[in-house]
């Protein structure tokens, strides 16, 4: 392969040595496992959304055990109904389901 074609097509005149090969592979694995994750999480997510919103007896008991972790994290500065109405809001912010706040 002469220089000319070799720019022309963006690569090295020189072959690539065993090692810069093998580098070069790992990244682009490493890439697609980063992206592999990205889309199960994202696929994960959506399946847990579409959970909720079909059953809102499992909306619900997300929420109660929000609202009950963030109780406890409050050492009795905040009040039942409180803990509910933030784990009412992160639940809307999180899967985009209503629940009820004062239940």
Partial sequence: MNTETAERLEV???PMGVV???QQR???LGVWLRN???WKTARANRDLQRAMRKDPDFAHVWKCNIAM???DGAD???THQEANEIA???MAHLFNVKTN???
């Fill in 76 to 78: 009795g500065k905040l």
């Fill in 20 to 22: 810069a090969v093998v």
């Fill in 12 to 14: 090295s005149p020189e």
């Fill in 36 to 38: 592999l994750r990205a």
């Fill in 101 to 103: 706040a004062k239940d």
């Fill in 26 to 28: 790992l990244v682009r």
């Fill in 88 to 90: 009412a809001r992160l």
């Fill in 69 to 71: 972790a963030i109780l």
